[in-house]
């Protein structure tokens, strides 16, 4: 098998042979057809997150080089151990990576994305970016018939990221919209979702023109730019004194100060992006404006089989996705560091 693979951080990707993995147990063995290009894989690639103040968190030790990355996986079920009941060969099926011990607490209430020892696909296990990859378990190949093939390997990471973030801001009055922070690949797919779950169109805040006219096209209800100064002003008066609630999916001091500012009293603020700083606020601020501020970390396989439903009954708009060649890993990576991309790069073996 050929994979692009990490050899060293920070540096571009390179082309490994090396044998083609026979799966034991209840292991599955796909051919990969598609792998999304995400921007966790940047960090990774790096080898650091950005925590602020010029402090970074040093992610080197999380995994054996020469490592594969990509985590949005789609193919085809080519082999399986003798123990994996229900694997059918032959089968197309797109992958959920986010896997724990399956033994801890965590695991066991079905927040496998939550464990402390996980065994991720891209993260810590060999990932997509190459032609084969071991799964497992058959319980995370999940069907994704009627969705176009490179699209449906993009839902299971930015796709799960909008979802599981979307679910997380409760319910949304009729007369309110939510405020999706960040309009790229993720933000985009949390657009398609908003509008699907809640029943006003939402509101999108990006700083690149472009992104913004492509989420007035995509359905959202106005658009502001940070860049503005009037911008946020603008926001509250549109609101009626702010949004209920916003997700924030660049994850930059900016854009959570703008998130932030932009909910009204009682508000909450999810944050997924994970670009990087520091937050600064006033602590008394939180109670005074009774605001809350969590994360969101991809999703259960519970929430992936739950977003599945609403993709495959064609209720999500999909996404601009462009293909690549696997060769094109690491160039996909520069210009995902650059944010030159518009929706979302899938490599193709």
Excluded at 149 to 175: H, V
Aim: with cysteine; hydrophobic share 40%; aromatic share 6%.
């Amino acid at each position: 098998m050929k994979s692009q693979a990490i050899v060293e951080y920070g540096q571009p990707l390179q082309e490994v042979d090396s044998e083609t993995p026979v799966p034991v147990g209840t292991e599955v063995l796909v051919k990969i057809a598609h792998c999304g290009v995400c921007h966790s894989d940047v960090h990774l690639h790096d080898g650091h997150f950005d925590m602020g103040g010029g402090n970074q968190l040093d992610v080197r030790g999380g995994r054996k080089l020469p490592f594969t990355l990509g985590h949005e996986i789609e193919g085809e079920v080519i082999a399986a151990g003798p123990d994996a009941e229900g694997a059918e060969i032959g089968s197309k099926r797109v992958v959920y990576p986010w896997i724990g011990c399956g033994e801890c607490p965590t695991c066991k209430r079905g927040e496998e994305q939550l464990c402390n020892k996980p065994r991720q696909l891209g993260i810590q296990l060999a990932g997509g970016y190459a032609t084969h990859v071991i799964v497992p378990h058959p319980r995370y190949l999940l069907d994704y018939t009627g969705v176009p093939a490179g699209l449906a390997a993009t839902y299971m990471c930015s796709g799960l990221t909008a979802f599981s973030a979307m679910k997380k801001l409760g319910d949304i009055s009729l007369e309110e919209r939510v405020l999706v922070v960040g309009l790229g690949g993720v933000g985009m797919m949390g657009l398609q979702f908003a509008r699907a779950m809640f029943d006003n169109a939402p509101i999108g805040a990006d700083v690149d023109e472009g992104k913004l006219q492509a989420a007035k096209g995509a359905g959202a209800h106005e658009v502001y730019n940070p860049k503005d100064a009037g911008a946020i002003k603008q926001l509250l008066a549109d609101t009626n004194g702010g949004v209920p609630a916003a997700v924030d999916f660049v994850g930059s001091e900016a854009s959570l100060k703008f998130a932030s500012s932009a909910v009204r009293k009682g508000g909450k603020v999810i944050v997924v992006g994970l670009f990087g700083g520091a937050l600064n606020m006033p602590i008394p601020m939180f109670p005074m404006r009774a605001i809350s501020i969590g994360g969101s970390y991809v999703g259960s396989l519970s929430e992936t089989e739950e977003m599945m439903e609403l993709v495959r009954a064609g209720k999500i708009d999909p996404i601009p996705v462009t293909e690549r060649p696997l060769s094109a890993a690491s160039q996909s990576l520069t210009d995902l560091r650059e944010g030159t991309i518009m929706g979302r790069v899938v490599l193709k073996p």
